[in-house]
């Protein structure tokens, strides 16, 4: 368990590596002006040309890439093009946010796939399956900034339920806090489940026709011990690993939902990043969700070793 | 100095009734109510918060509150007393005396005297300051402190809207001692102003306090103000419509009929200084004639852009750019508001253009109001004979590809005046030297009428001159212009006693109360 934690560790530092010098790389070739977006249209070519080099923009690409990772391996990530707020502080301050609402979409994706999965596997071929099928696909092509709007029009707008958007923190007011995310997760987490219903009956029907089930199932193993002991603990393997690629979409998505919302998370540093062409603020929130990521595979790798302790020799 | 010797003369009559000018400001209004905190919405991140910085129109409105100006605008763009009590200016308008309020303190404790005010002034005026608003402050020569609450302005020129410009946020008065000692205005600014700055969050909130101390007794009226940062329209919108949000001055257009009709609701609107115009590249083929561009002028229908990309809340501009409520208007009505066909054709045959001759019009495709006007436009130029194509690029490319280098035929830009003065309509718009000029054009005749014009003392001097400046402005059709878009306001019934600003500036929400 140890080798298995600290061999992953291991693996970061090249995952972060690659990953730092591809983002850098595409936030830099990407055409567009970082001195116009920040100076504006009445800028002269002098403070344009200042502002670059202020910001060493006028420098080779691999001295600006060495000198941003080495002080962000220092933790500074340095200052916004846009205003003066520190990246570093700013970023760590949205992290858990944006972790609030990922993980909470999370469970809801998770309370709505596995019951409808199970469901939907162990009734296959037939009406209910076909429904819940059908239902499943419907969740997962659904934008989830169209379903946010919805939601906002008749919760929000229309019953009056909920605010239209805004973040109070958890630890200033807990009930507004969950007031305020809940809309947001579950327009997240119905989209997300949609995979998740059909990743889930396909194990429960790939479980109930193995061999071992066969073989239970004529030793005299009862119905119920034989669905919850065998099949269910079974199907949850697969299901588990594409969860944790699911979460790392999750965290992805958030971008859009953060500004529909208006929920100050990581995403809409990325966004506002993207349209000002604000390199540090950028750079710093992309590679954040990137360790994200990262950590949250490494947690359900080490949950799914709990179910399963086979998948260790597969992990190494 | 030609100008100058001329202005001289109206100038003593002028410099008189200035003192007396001075006492009087909104502060005799009804009393209103303390208490509450006020949320309104914007669309934009501020660009920090140093006055000497601050390029953004977000990062003034965030200014305007913290710091002091030594004069502020009323909401017909007047100036009236900031923190100078008393101002006046010498006959021969090249010297300018503030006398400043007694007992001025920054937000910090300390004091606010003269020495700040000078100080305020050298660090704008330093070459290498990178003040935007350079163009301002050109004219100043020399800032002296005379005593502690006295302060002279020496001016190379006479300056028309020289008050005006003292009551800019970029004028701002900043703590001396403070910035000195290495603080970061842009992060952390500290003023005078009736709100302490508290926190700024990017892309959600900039949150005030109330400034106990601030020198207008009684105001202002709210504990605190949150600005909120939402960039996304609909989001906007559904926070004013749920009551979330008490008052924004960038209502969404398309929504505009849903806020404003729902109870509760007050429709502030007017006219603003924001105004449209079309870039015709005078480097590109036909484009340099001024005949070609009249024809394009003529050829649009202004109308049909107003309801097609403003939802009617907006005016069209049949002649000059400066708007009908400002008095340098001049009631110039060179187009019909829906445009000139036949017109335009007789032009274009004037000046020799091939039906079929292509042209494109590069259009920033986050801009809602850009995009729906483009297929307007693309109709109308298809109407008088030219194969026109529309293309479109998110906006920071825009910058660097196409209006930096200049690099498009035809293009629409905006500008939001921050100073309601004739000057700042048309001089950013048409001098050569104007950083604006991606169009290539003007002449050496329009830069001298608009200096002539900023450089006269009286009102009806300047008046004179802006008529001219806008007549010549229509024979060269350097630019085309296209609609003057209105300040969308709108704020619950609570607030009470807030008079919307023509230039969107908010200074007036400290006379504003909550009920």
Redesign the interface.
């Known amino acids: 368990m140890l080798r298995l934690v600290l061999g992953r560790l291991a693996s970061f530092v090249p995952t972060l590596f690659v990953a730092s010098v591809v983002l850098f790389l595409a936030v830099n070739v990407v055409?567009?002006?970082?001195a116009?977006?920040?100076?504006?249209?009445?800028?002269?070519?002098q403070?344009?040309k200042?502002f670059e080099h202020q910001h060493g923009l006028d420098r080779p690409l691999a001295v600006q890439y060495v000198e941003w990772a080495g002080k962000a391996l220092q933790g500074d990530f340095g200052t916004?093009f846009?205003?003066?707020?520190?990246v570093g502080p700013?970023v760590r301050?949205r992290i858990p946010v944006t972790l609030q609402l990922a993980g909470m979409a999370f469970l809801v994706a998770i309370a709505i796939a596995v019951p409808l999965g199970l469901i939907a596997g162990f009734r296959h071929q037939t009406g209910t399956d076909g429904v819940l099928t059908t239902l499943a696909t419907l969740f997962g092509s659904t934008p989830n900034f169209w379903f946010a709007?919805l939601l906002?029009y008749f919760f929000?707008?229309r019953l009056?339920w909920l605010?239209?958007?805004?973040?109070t923190p958890y630890l200033e007011d807990p009930v507004a806090n969950l007031q305020g995310m809940l809309l947001p997760c579950i327009a997240l987490g119905v989209v997300s489940s949609g995979l998740l219903i059909r990743i889930m009956r396909t194990a429960v029907i790939e479980v109930t026709f193995s061999n071992f089930i066969e073989t239970a199932r004529s030793k005299g193993v009862s119905n119920v011990r034989l669905v919850t002991a065998h099949v269910v603990r079974n199907a949850l393997i697969p299901f588990f690993t594409v969860s944790a690629v699911e979460f790392g979409f999750l965290v992805g998505s958030v971008v859009i939902i953060e500004?529909?919302?208006?929920i100050?998370g990581i995403g809409?540093?990325v966004?506002?990043g993207i349209?000002?062409?604000d390199y540090p603020?950028l750079l710093a929130a992309a590679m954040s969700i990137t360790v994200i990521v990262l950590v949250v595979n490494l947690i359900v790798d080490l949950a799914a070793q709990l179910i399963d302790p086979r998948q260790v020799q597969v992990a190494r | 100095m030609r100008f100058s010797r001329r202005a001289g003369l109206g100038l003593a009559i002028a410099a008189g009734a200035l003192v007396a000018l001075g006492g009087a400001s909104s502060a005799a209004a009804q009393e209103g109510k303390r208490g509450g905190t006020l949320v309104a919405a914007f669309s934009a991140?501020?660009?920090?918060?140093?006055p000497a910085r601050g390029?953004?129109g977000m990062s003034h409105v965030v200014i305007e509150q913290v710091y002091s100006t030594l004069l502020n605008l009323d909401e017909n763009a007047k100036p009236y007393a900031g923190i100078a009590e008393s101002w006046s200016a010498a006959e021969d308008g090249l010297s300018w005396t503030f006398t400043l309020r007694p007992g001025l303190t920054f937000h910090n404790g300390e004091a606010l005297t003269a020495e700040d005010v000078v100080y305020s002034f050298e660090r704008i005026l330093e070459p290498d300051s990178?003040y935007?608003?350079r163009s301002q402050i050109e004219t100043i020569d020399a800032v002296t402190a005379v005593d502690d609450l006295t302060v002279r302005f020496t001016l190379n020129r006479v300056t028309g809207p020289f008050e005006i410009y003292m009551a800019f946020p970029g004028s701002s008065i900043v703590p001396k001692d403070l910035v000195e000692s290495g603080w970061?205005l842009?992060?952390q600014p500290v003023g005078s102003g009736p709100f302490k700055f508290v926190s700024?969050?990017?892309?959600?909130?900039i949150v005030f306090e109330r400034n106990g101390d601030y020198y207008e007794e009684g105001r202002p009226y709210f504990d605190g103000m949150v600005y909120?940062v939402?960039?996304?329209p609909?989001?906007l919108s559904?926070?004013l419509?749920?009551g979330?949000i008490h008052f924004s001055n960038e209502v969404p257009p398309k929504d505009w009929n849903a806020i404003t009709t729902q109870a509760g609701m007050v429709d502030a609107s007017i006219e603003g200084s924001r105004y449209f115009w079309m870039v015709p590249n005078h480097e590109r083929g036909t484009l340099g004639n001024p005949l070609v561009r009249q024809a394009i002028a003529h050829a649009l229908n202004r109308s049909a852009i107003v309801r097609g990309a403003f939802y009617g809340q907006a005016t069209p501009i049949v002649g000059g750019v400066i708007p009908e409520w400002n008095w340098g208007y001049a009631g110039l009505e060179e187009f019909k508001p829906e445009g000139d066909i036949e017109k335009a054709k007789a032009l274009l045959a004037e000046a020799g253009v091939a039906p079929g001759t292509s042209i494109s019009l590069t259009m920033v495709s986050?801009w809602p109001p850009m995009m729906s006007m483009a297929p307007i436009i693309q109709a109308n130029l298809s109407q008088i004979g030219f194969t026109a194509t529309i293309d479109t690029m998110?906006?920071?490319?825009y910058?660097?590809?196409v209006?930096?280098p200049s690099n498009f035929d035809l293009t629409v830009?905006y500008?939001l005046s921050p100073l309601a003065d004739p000057d700042d309509f048309v001089t950013?718009t048409y001098a050569t030297t104007s950083?604006?000029n991606v169009q290539k054009g003007g002449s050496k005749k329009m830069d001298d009428l608009m200096l002539a014009a900023k450089s006269a003392v009286t009102i009806e001097e300047r008046k004179a001159l802006y008529r001219q400046q806008q007549e010549l402005s229509l024979a060269d059709m350097d630019v085309i212009p296209l609609v003057n878009g209105w300040v969308l306001t709108a704020h619950t019934d609570r607030l009470k006693n807030f008079k919307p600003m023509r230039t969107g500036f908010l200074k007036t929400l400290k006379d504003a109360w909550l009920e």
């Open positions: 055409p567009g002006s970082a116009r977006s920040a100076l504006g249209i009445q800028a002269t070519p403070a344009l200042r916004s846009q205003n003066a707020v520190a700013e301050k709007t906002i929000s707008l009056g605010p239209t958007g805004g973040y500004e529909v919302f208006r100050p809409s540093l966004l506002v349209i000002n062409r603020v | 991140d501020p660009g920090g918060f140093d390029p953004s990178g935007a608003y970061d842009n992060a700024y969050t990017p892309r959600d909130s909120r939402i960039s996304d609909t989001a559904n926070g419509k749920s979330e986050s998110e906006v920071p490319r910058w660097d590809e209006w930096g830009m500008w950013n950083a604006v």
